[in-house]
């Protein structure tokens, strides 16, 4: 099974930082695609950022610029570099790994359990 341990979330001022952290574990499961979702009370999940195995990245509109996503695939880590927080980004943010155990069986995603980011406003 995989799991996912989420940390770096908490209470931040409007204009500050935090860094979150995603580290993705399972016996003999290989991972592709990680990313970062977001939920805020009453409305739906959304993707933030998503990086693949090579690196390549997507990020949210509303993120660009301020929010940087990166991944240590050595240690299945995924990190999601938060700048310049506004009270709109206040959510939940999960984590999402696309894993499989071999080439022949599909890739499903798995999702961490959460951490709550709050920004007053």
């Known amino acids: 099974q995989v799991q996912l341990v989420e940390s770096g979330g908490g209470l ?10 995603c580290l993705a574990s399972g ?4 991972f592709s695609t990680m990313g970062w979702y977001r939920q805020a009370p009453g409305k739906q999940r959304e993707l933030v950022a998503v990086i693949s195995s090579a690196g390549s990245t997507k990020y949210a509109d509303s ?12 240690k299945n880590t995924v990190y999601l570099q938060m700048n310049s927080l506004k009270p709109e980004d206040t959510a939940v943010y999960y984590c ?26």
Do not use: D, E, H
């Not at 016996?27 to 290989?30: G, H, T």
């Not at 993120?63 to 050595?74: E, L, Q």
């Not at 951490?115 to 007053?120: E, H, K, L, N, Y």
């Open 12 to 21: 931040v001022q409007a204009g500050g930082s935090l860094r979150l952290s």
């Open 63 to 74: 993120v660009k610029g301020r929010f940087t996503i990166s991944r240590t695939n050595a």
């Open 96 to 121: 999402n790994v696309l894993a499989r155990i071999t080439s022949a069986t599909p890739w499903r995603a798995y999702w961490g359990q959460g951490t709550q980011v709050t920004v007053p406003s």
């Open 27 to 30: 016996s003999n499961f290989r």
